[in-house]
Nanobody, 124 residues
């Protein structure tokens, strides 16, 4: 079992930036694909970004491509989601997820492990 812990959420004005972090609790990441998803109130969960174990391949949802960047720091055992040019429609709970394989045909899932989420609110 992998317990993922997200941090870095908060309140920001439109046009601002936030960086979310995700780390496993009490262990290091295996050779896992890591992803970020988000869920806004009243909406379905949405794929946001993913990165392969090696970090060579990344993939983004259409609504965030060009504004968000996913990365991973193996030494710090952490995955990041840098969010720039934030919009009110980016308001959501953001979830970190791990797929227990290093590569896959689709980086959109399914994922094996999920964090509890961190809330991001973008004011207009």
């Amino acid at each position: 079992q992998v317990h993922l812990v997200e941090s870095g959420g908060g309140l920001v004005q439109a046009g601002g930036s936030l960086r979310l972090s995700c780390a496993p609790s009490g262990r290091t990441f295996g050779k896992y694909i890591m992803g970020w998803f988000r869920q806004a109130p009243g909406r379905e969960r949405e794929f946001t970004a993913a990165i392969t174990w090696s970090g060579e391949i990344t993939h983004y949802g259409d609504s965030v491509r060009g504004r968000f960047t996913i990365s991973r720091d193996v030494a710090k055992n952490t995955v990041y989601l840098q969010m720039n040019s934030l919009k009110p429609e980016d308001t959501a709970v953001y979830y970190c997820a791990a797929d227990a394989v290093p590569y896959a045909d689709s980086l959109r899932g399914p994922y094996d492990y999920w964090g509890q989420g961190t809330e991001v609110t973008v004011s207009s």
